[in-house]
């Protein structure tokens, strides 16, 4: 809790903004982090992802549970300024880092979409009400970033190795 | 699998990394990954929620201390759950021990020390440069090497299809006869 403290209640904040909400769902995800412990495995992810991991999980189902999403805050802060601080000395986690060098090679508006759609918690249909995209291109960009990121993690080759086996 | 199916599962899991599923989605889900699960999605989403968030602001007190409450309620109930080998029902007398089964674990506790020195001198006598002392260190290798040996996984299942078999290696292939070992015959290291 010490160390992880910080980072869940702050991703809880931000994807729920309701302080009573965010409260209860930081509970259940350091319970379900005591529970999901054994299931860490280093060779897949850092310490910090794991825990982030299960944190938005959590309050995924909350959000899913209870039907309310947060409203972006401003499309234009977003899109002028997509995670610029990730250059600085950020230290959280090295997938993360991983992650900020892929972001780069994406278009700006692949990387809006992937701002509201991770950081802001918005469905797919919110952000193309929000910022007038047609749903099938927000579903483009949202697709095309996610693979691009997971492939610059090392992670991409899971599913073409289970294809080869299936 | 066809081309069409793996977009629908991509779609699905990305639909669950970012939004979560319905209930219709998470059986389709299920369903083509047929007991399979696969992460990687979550993990790349997480990692992309990470990039700006430095987790500032700092919990609230009150929180902090029902979560510690909660942490002290979570690890004694385990503990006692882990020194009880009943569970919950801790009061459910224990059976009493046989005759049969004192033997049984007196014979085994004698046997136990023969087999360690019998396992050690193996392993020091053999040669093959294993040690105990080896196999009982923790190794921990980095986030990096870890995926690059999982990678090579495939290629090297692939080399070690080779089957060695009568006339299957060139350099071998004229030798006949059966193949052994003396100590009297042997010249060398």
Redesign the interface.
């Known amino acids: ?1 010490k160390a ?8 809880a ?1 931000k994807m729920l903004r309701n302080n009573d909400d965010a ?1 209860d769902v ?2 259940e995800v ?2 379900d982090i ?1 529970k999901n412990a054994e299931r860490f495995d ?5 310490e ?2 794991f825990v ?2 299960i944190a ?2 959590r309050i ?2 909350r ?2 549970y209870t039907s309310r999403r947060i409203s972006a805050d401003s499309l234009e802060d977003v899109t002028a300024e997509p ?1 610029t ?2 250059d600085e000395s ?1 230290q ?5 880092k ?3 060098a892929a ?1 780069k090679d994406l278009r700006p508006e692949q990387r809006q979409v ?1 701002h509201l ?3 802001q ?1 918005l ?2 249909q919110e952000i193309a009400d929000a910022t007038g995209m047609p749903l099938g291109t927000v ?1 483009t960009h ?2 095309r970033g ?2 691009q ?2 492939e610059f ?7 073409d ?4 086996t ?1 | ?1 066809t081309e069409n199916t ?1 977009q629908v ?3 699905l899991l ?2 669950q ?4 599923l319905t209930d219709v989605e998470q059986a389709e889900l299920d369903r083509l990954e ?1 007991g ?1 699960h ?23 007190s009150h ?2 201390a ?3 409450a ?2 002290e309620r ?2 004694d109930e385990r503990k006692r759950q882990s020194f009880s080998p009943l569970g919950r029902d801790e009061h459910k007398p224990l059976p009493r021990s046989s005759f049969p089964n004192w033997l049984g674990w007196a014979v085994a506790a004698c046997g136990l020390p023969s087999s360690c020195s019998e396992f050690l001198f193996h392993t020091s006598s053999a040669g093959t440069g294993f040690a105990l002392a080896e196999l009982l260190r923790p190794r ?2 980095s ?2 090497s ?2 690059s ?3 090579s996984w ?1 290629r090297r299942l692939t080399c070690s299809k080779r089957v060695v078999t009568k006339g299957s290696m060139t350099e071998i292939s004229d030798v006949t006869g059966d193949i052994v070992w003396s100590d009297s015959e042997q010249k060398g290291m």
């Open positions: 809790m992880y403290g910080g980072l869940v209640w702050s991703i904040r409260e930081v509970q350091f319970i005591w280093e060779a897949q992810s850092s910090t992802t982030a991991m938005r999980r995924i189902d959000i899913r995670w601080r990730a950020m959280i986690s090295v997938e993360a991983e992650a900020a972001m992937l759609s991770i950081v918690g469905s797919h579903k949202a697709r996610i693979l990121a997971r993690l090392g992670l991409g080759k899971n599913l190795e289970k294809e080869a299936a | 699998m793996d599962l991509i779609d990305i639909k990394a970012t939004e979560g047929r399979r696969d992460n990687t999605f979550d993990v790349t989403v997480s990692a992309i929620s990470l990039i700006d968030e430095r987790g500032e602001e700092p919990m609230p929180l902090r029902n979560i510690r909660a942490a979570f690890f921990r290798k986030l990096r870890q995926r040996d999982k990678n495939p």
